[in-house]
């Protein structure tokens, strides 16, 4: 089969030949229609964090997938041949033309999303979640502040929010005011034309930050006391959090079949919608990588200043088809 391989980090991606996966007694083989790019595709290729992701070489990049069910392990009741579906893999290798997966990590398409759709899905929808519902605990009638409101995370986070009843405040560029606000969102705060502290009245009961930085730090002048601050991003300062007495931490996802079944029905009944930035083929996945590599200057040889940098940062995700 066809696969993007990696030989060695911070090295070239490659598109070549590769064997065609087994499966296990409790695992699918699944044929690839669409995969999606994610940073942290990028940051495992460039070795930074090869101490807490490392990585075997040759690597195939992927997270996240949408295909067919083309052969089932002995244990796998629940899926058949012929079943679309989507889904992640912890062991990565979705930018490939087939792939093998615990069948616990995937979940049927919902029926009104196009593969390259449904692909953008998981890594996102999951981590929104799990975020701000199993780690932030959101209720209805809370406020929720969303750093990043209109990456691919942030807007799921915007949508699944607001639908659960409460009030949701992201920190965006002022070109995603209406974006944002069509998911959802009460108010939008321009974090080019002012710092979101200073123009906050009221505290708020959750903090989602995908940003990090300067950002999370400011964050905690506008929580609550026994607030939430949860970061999908990097880990949070725990003496600033007993200072100011609120709850922080830092969310690794936990991807599961059943929590993106529930998403699908969501989808499926039109309650929250996906976002696709571009579609590339898999032969063009350089392309894709540069497209967000300028917010992760010099990752996999994109320079700051390079032909990433220069990109706006897209709405929704980058997907790859597999033809």
């Known amino acids: 089969m066809k696969a993007v391989t990696l030989l060695e980090y911070g090295g070239e991606l490659a598109f070549n030949d590769v064997p065609k996966p087994t499966i296990a007694r409790d695992e699918v083989l699944v044929k690839i229609r669409c995969s999606a790019v994610n940073h942290l595709d990028l940051v495992e290729a460039s070795g930074r964090a090869r ?21 089932i392990g002995s244990d796998v ?23 093998t997966v615990k069948a616990t990590a995937i979940a049927r398409k919902p029926s009104n999303l196009s593969f390259e759709e449904a692909a ?29 409101g209109a990456g691919a995370v ?6 699944l929010a607001s639908r659960a009843g409460a009030t949701v405040i992201a920190t965006a560029s002022g070109a995603d005011e209406a974006y944002l606000k069509s998911f959802g ?10 710092q979101f502290e200073k123009v906050l009245q009221e505290k708020v009961d959750v903090v989602f930050d995908l940003v990090g930085g300067d950002t999370q730090t400011r964050s905690f002048l506008v929580l609550k006391e026994g607030g939430n601050l949860v970061s999908a991003i990097q880990p949070v300062s725990q003496e600033e959090a007993a200072v100011h007495r609120v709850s922080g931490m830092m969310m690794r996802l936990a991807p599961s079949g059943d929590l993106l079944g529930k998403i699908g029905q969501l989808l499926e009944e039109g309650a929250i919608r996906p976002g696709v930035a571009t579609v590339y083929s ?3 996945v350089a392309r894709a990588w540069q497209d967000i590599a300028g ?4 990752v996999h040889g994109v320079p700051p200043g390079g032909p990433g940098a220069a990109r706006p940062k897209p709405r929704g995700k980058i997907v790859l088809r597999v033809a």
Do not use: C
């Not at 101490?51 to 052969?71: C, T």
């Not at 942030?154 to 949508?159: C, E, L, M, P, S």
């Not at 969102?185 to 002012?194: G, M």
């Open 77 to 99: 009741a629940t899926y058949a041949p012929g079943d679309a579906v989507f889904g992640t893999t912890s062991g990565m290798g979705a930018y490939a033309e087939y792939l």
């Open 295 to 298: 917010n992760l200057p010099g």
């Open 282 to 284: 898999l032969q063009d």
């Open 120 to 148: 953008s899905v998981p890594v996102a929808s999951q981590t929104a979640w799990q975020g701000i519902f199993t780690h932030a605990h959101l209720k209805k009638g809370q406020t929720i502040l969303v750093h990043g």
């Open 154 to 159: 942030g807007t799921y986070a915007v949508q």
């Open 51 to 71: 101490q807490i992701l490392p990585i075997d070489l040759p690597w195939i990049p992927g997270h996240e997938f949408s295909g067919v069910v083309e052969q």
């Open 185 to 194: 969102a009460s108010r939008v705060i321009d974090y080019r034309a002012t």
